[in-house]
């Protein structure tokens, strides 16, 4: 197979953090001796007091244990807004874009940020919130999303974020899954102009929730709220009178920054928990390495903060950096499709990070609304969340990059805190759809599935494992170490599991192949196909539910759902937008299955197993290789499905 690369300009390169040998030898010397090298680079943030040791790590069964820097001390807040006072307090930091481009944008500089975080920390403290308390922030982007994140890591406290697109069941989950004292929400949430009521589901999710926690409400609409009789405050008038002036609390390394949900294969999502010292030094170096980012730039980050990518490429590893980042509260297609662009060009953006499916969904739309705006500031071009199809990659490159400016593809998860596999744009060549070669101290490793031996020859396809750690790495599942080990470090034993499919090409270049696990992706987003099912199964007219990802044009992958009604119930059009509607209050608007086929059975083998291979294979309509269907209890059922299937592309 041939595929064409993509070489950086000698323009590009001339000016790059890192040319190719300069990639070779740091990465050399990375791997060689990570004591050193991160030893090094680990002073790239301020240390209250420096570490004396590096590295202490164990991925070895039942001791896993995953210590960076751990007898230093420093923190966050400090290093993303204090230590620019002097230098660039009148810089701007955030570029924040509201939903709707007639309102007026808003440019807050290092100053005005260490103002608004340090007033936002003394009101999280006068609400009893101390260090090592949990926060759950469930806002839209707005700049108060910024300051609470940062004021948790400035009191200590330990924030985890919820999608403001999650429902309020979801919400309340989380909220005791970590006893979170304080939960922060605005009244409502503009979005491609429609507005969600955020302090209602707030509201409706507290009636689940068993201990006592505080709202503070941001006014972002002006909205009716409904107020609880106790227990609500408005930040506006909790902060009128707070102080400019709160001191940094001084964190340990390893002290907890954030707790963040992510789904897996099995059970109901985890708490993925990042440190302060590792995590931080790790996204700050490869958001100035993979997007090659310069003093003066501008770096917009289209996430949204209630995603692992808001929180490493937003808020933490720019601010570190000491960048102007922009904070966009609206969607791509919204009032038009030329949105980003016109955003591009009035914040004069210099690298462009995105997702597959916004470019798959802007692509539909032709170039004309890219071609309105221009686009000479866009030094460099960037994707995550899924792999990309060199349709996509290619429209972006020629549309969006002119041909002219580096693509890198950040291949990572919730769970490794910053890029793993990544080009470096002033060093590697690009492939459209590969992420390329491993960041600086990340050793992949590519693993025969079922015998687990780690295959050596260049190319080869297997399972995606690390060999070693890095320090964005996850630490712990929250309350739950156990699952943990069992999550990422049973299947294969002395290796990190991602739970990705991978290829290696005869170059060394990594091509994510998809997860291997009942994790799917749909438009960048996680979901754990048991989640969606235990929402199905919780209405009354189901009696069993399976759910798997089928491709989707813009998506990616869809959700495809095969439902198997309790007796008495008719399948009917109707019922089928009430389970709709239903998994959409359950779980949030990205959950809502895409197909919903009325299954009279499911195929499962004789010790009662779904047999998802087979589920699979029909949702992508390609059931001529269903493979081996003997071991079925009941082979009839899987006939009846083949042809009552719903997708016929
Ligand atoms: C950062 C983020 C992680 C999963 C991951 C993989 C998929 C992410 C990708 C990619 C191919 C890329 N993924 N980036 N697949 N190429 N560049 O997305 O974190 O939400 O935890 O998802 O997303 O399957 O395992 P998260």
Not at 107 to 124: P, T, W
Not at 403 to 414: A, C, E, K, M
Request: proline residues 6%; glycine residues 8%; negative net charge.
């Amino acid at each position: 197979m041939t595929t064409k690369t993509y070489a950086p300009s000698d323009a590009f390169v001339s000016k790059a953090h890192a040319d190719r040998a300069t990639y070779d030898a740091m990465y050399e010397k990375s791997v060689a001796d990570p004591e050193s090298f991160w030893a090094e680079h680990g002073r790239r943030v301020d240390w209250i007091k420096p570490y004396s040791t590096v590295k202490n790590t164990d991925f070895s069964p039942g001791k896993v244990s995953i210590k960076w820097f751990e007898d230093g001390t420093l923190n966050v807040a400090a290093n993303c807004v204090d230590r620019h006072l002097e230098t660039r307090g009148d810089q701007t930091a955030i570029i924040w874009e509201p939903d709707d481009p007639k309102d007026e944008a808003l440019h807050i500089s290092y100053k005005q940020l260490h103002e608004e975080v340090s007033k936002f920390a003394n009101v999280l403290k006068d609400l009893g919130v101390k260090k090592g308390d949990r926060v759950v922030i469930y806002l839209p982007m707005i700049p108060e999303a910024a300051y609470a994140m940062l004021a948790c890591a400035r009191i200590g406290a330990i924030h985890s974020i919820v999608f403001a697109g999650f429902s309020a069941d979801a919400l309340a989950a989380r909220i005791s899954g970590c006893q979170a004292k304080v939960v922060i929400t605005s009244d409502g949430a503009p979005r491609g102009g429609r507005v969600t009521k955020l302090k209602d589901n707030v509201n409706q999710a507290l009636i689940n929730v068993m201990h006592d926690v505080t709202c503070l409400c941001v006014k972002r609409t002006g909205q009716q709220v409904a107020w609880r009789p106790e227990g609500d405050v408005w930040l506006h008038e909790a902060a009128a009178n707070a102080s400019t002036d709160c001191p940094a609390e001084e964190m340990s390394a390893e002290d907890p920054l954030f707790i963040l949900y992510t789904s897996g294969s099995t059970g109901m999502p985890k708490g993925v928990v990042h440190t302060t010292g590792g995590y931080l030094v790790y996204a700050a170096m490869t958001h100035q390495y993979t997007f090659d980012y310069h003093d003066g730039d501008v770096f917009w980050c289209t996430a949204d903060v209630g995603w692992v990518t808001g929180h490493s490429y937003i808020i933490y590893g720019p601010l570190a950096n000491g960048a102007t980042t922009v904070m966009f509260e609206g969607v791509p297609t919204w009032p038009d499709a030329g949105r980003f662009w016109e955003v591009c060009a009035k914040h004069q953006v210099n690298q462009f990070y995105t997702a597959p499916t916004a470019i798959r969904a802007l692509m539909a739309h032709g170039s004309e609304p890219v071609e309105k705006h221009d686009l000479s500031s866009l030094k460099l071009l960037g994707t995550v969340g899924e792999p990309i199809n060199p349709e996509a990659w290619n429209w972006y490159n020629d549309v969006v990059g002119k041909g002219s400016r580096p693509i890198v593809d950040t291949w990572w998860q919730t769970e490794t805190g910053g890029h793993l596999l990544t080009p470096l744009p002033g060093a590697i060549p690009t492939k459209p759809g590969s992420a390329t070669l491993p960041f600086f101290g990340v050793q992949p490793v590519i693993l025969e599935p079922t015998s687990g031996e780690e295959i050596h020859e260049t190319a080869c396809e297997g399972v995606l494992c690390l060999k070693d750690s890095w320090p964005g790495q996850m630490r712990t599942v929250w309350g739950d170490h156990e699952r943990f080990e069992k999550t990422y470090f049973s299947d294969y034993k002395g290796y990190y599991f991602s739970g990705d499919g991978c290829r290696r090409d005869e170059d060394g270049y990594y091509w994510i192949t998809g997860r291997v696990d009942d994790v799917i992706n749909v438009s960048g987003h996680r979901m754990g196909t048991a989640e969606v099912e235990s929402a199905l199964v919780a209405h009354a007219a189901v009696a069993e539910a399976a759910v798997v990802g089928y491709p989707h044009k813009v998506k990616g992958q869809g959700i495809y759902a095969y439902v198997t009604l309790m007796n008495g119930e008719t399948p009917s059009d109707e019922l089928r937008k009430e389970l709709e509607v239903w998994v959409r209050s359950e779980i949030g608007p990205i959950a809502k299955p895409d197909l919903i086929q009325w299954a009279p059975g499911l195929p499962k083998t004789r010790s009662g197993k779904i047999m998802r291979r087979i589920l699979r294979k029909i949702a992508e309509n390609d059931f001529g290789s269903l493979g081996d269907t003997s071991t079925l209890a009941d082979p009839a059922v899987v006939d009846d499905l083949i042809e009552n299937r719903m997708n016929r592309d």
